[in-house]
């Protein structure tokens, strides 16, 4: 299989790490792990007792400087979370949303916690269509205030943190703040991204603090330094989240958002100070031995990967390791029947009948799996599931690249399935006080009505749009924990995640193998197969089932940790610049 090159950035940020200035002595990355092994490829990590798996190697080890003080899972995810918003600012951050699922080893309850962003309250249906009716241009309505979307980041670590935390909520500030002052070093993925991006420098602050005077990104290895984004810090960390939701931050937030040239949003201090996290029952199904649970709506991602792998139960996809060609055309076409549904019946449960029941229904999957056949069906059909109430029209959100996944598990068992997001890269590129804010609302529906039936997913005040993230976390049969996964990747992110879930299933691949196996997949499209890799390879077999191919840059971040008889083994994705790390 060719490699990525995600292994030479790692090199290079380490050497960065290593040279930067005084202040970063502390945060150089630690040796691999005991018992890491390299086949050619980035190591799989190993541990005996906990793990945290992230994006960028300084994140990680704020996240496991937590587990080495004491702290939980919880504790651990929001360490790396407050850098990740630092040094991967263009993914995550406090101007953003996610979702966090929890396993309670001592009560093996599962927990999920939904921070999305929500509408403000004068949001409308044609929030996006300009006056003649027709959609807005994608990027002229994210570059806006119009796409920013009630932050739900903050409110979700704190509520995190009163029911799973152990450290004081300060302390998990602390490495955080230290590097906003002290500064990082921009690594090789900021720098190009910073490069190939048309909108954030017309963001004042935003072009100060990533751009040189001449325009040029700030070079790989220049020290970035953040004190407007310490002082925020340092606000929350005193005075939890309210800080954030109320002035002076929240009146700053609004008045970036309504002050946009452009096109000025309608986010007032209200819609922050009534933000509120939703505990929502996590969406569970059975895969071969294994129990899987994450996230329920507003997040279509779980749901689609339990309807795909459901459709996968009755082929021998060990057996078809040896036939890559012929896995990808069952997963494929598994994948365009469950993103068909999600298509039409998945968005907020708060606004629309979602029929959760009916979509997992064994009876129901066993008759999509049916038309599964030899050759591709191209474009499949929503399905008719039982428990249905209202039909609506379903159209598909926009690809989002700004987002990012954390997977840890602490000494006692506990593991968090995180992912966080700003929507796009670097969301709506509004900075406020050393922090981008989200761009969340564009993945709403931009029309919101088709041959006069209301879109699912459409603009209504107070909603949550819906997205693909897909925090999971997978049981043995005993009901011990096995893995915690996830990935960033828009609305291919159930295809990262499932992937990965089958290569760790049912190839019997470690953490490592599984997230760096070449992506592959369908959305109800073209089948998708990753540029550069040895899916190259698989095109002729393909075609040769009907299927229309596209080749393609598929920009994963997946993160896996699973619990072995021996410790814990890890996994992170080599596309990016993430690593797992344990003791």
Partial sequence: MQRHPGILRKILLAALLLTASAPLASAQLAPAPEGATGRGRQAVATAAGSMVAAANPLAAEAGRAALRAGGSAVDAAIAVQLVLNLVEPQSSGIGGGAFLVHYDAATKRVTSYDGRETAPAAARPDRFLRPDGTPMPFMEAVASGRSVGVPGLVRLLEHAHARHGRLPWPALFERAIQLAEDGFPVSPRLNGLLGQDAYLARDPAARAYFYQPDGTPRPVGHVLRNPAFADTLRA??????????????AGDIVAAVRAHPAHPGDLTAEDLKGYA?????PVCGSYRAYRLCGMGPPSSGPVAILQMLAMLEGKDMGRLRADMPLAVHWFSEAGRLAYADRALYLADPDFVRVPLKGLLDAGYLRGRAAQMGGRSMGEAKPGEPPHRETRHWGLAEAVENGTSHISVV????NAVSMTTTIEGGFGSRIMVRGFLLNNELTDFAFTPEVEGKPVANRVEPGKRPRSTMAPMLVFRGDGSLLATVGSPGGSAIANFVAKTLVALLDWDMDPQEAVDLANFGSRNGPTELERGTEAEGWVSALEARGH?????????GTQAIIVTPDGLSGGADTRREGVAIGD
Avoid at 277 to 281: A, G, L, S, T
Avoid at 548 to 556: G, Y
């Fill in 277 to 281: 996290v939703k505990e929502r029952e």
């Fill in 548 to 556: 229309r191919v596209e080749l393609m840059d598929m920009t994963s």
């Fill in 410 to 413: 602490d000494g006692q068992g």
């Fill in 236 to 249: 929350i960390a005193r005075g939890g989240a309210a800080a954030f939701y109320e002035e002076p931050i």
